[in-house]
């Protein structure tokens, strides 16, 4: 008699039909599919191979105006936090 037990697994089903109801964990259930489903297909969209005939793209710089020079440029960073060491002697 432990956790794995079915009697078990049967008594925790049944509750949970009576707490949510079917139709909440059937939706809640098909939105999970379809999830995965969503998943799956970008997943295999990422693997095709592409075509060998095409020639890469030249990525084409940006054009700076004086406009465009003056303005403010974002730094995007992550913050961590640091473990500074209890010092006894103050």
Do not use: C, Y
Request: no cysteine; aromatic share 6%; hydrophobic share 40%.
């Amino acid at each position: 008699m432990g956790i794995f037990d079915w009697k078990h697994w049967i008594v925790i089903l049944v509750v949970v039909v009576l707490v949510f109801g079917t139709k909440k964990l059937k939706n809640l259930g098909t939105d999970v599919g379809e999830s995965i489903k969503g998943f799956k297909k970008a997943m295999n969209d990422d693997e095709k191979p592409a075509d060998p005939n095409a020639t890469p793209a030249q990525p084409v710089p940006p054009v700076q105006t004086q406009a465009s020079v003056n303005q403010p440029h974002t730094i995007d960073v992550q913050a961590q936090k640091v473990e500074e060491p209890i010092r006894k002697d103050v």
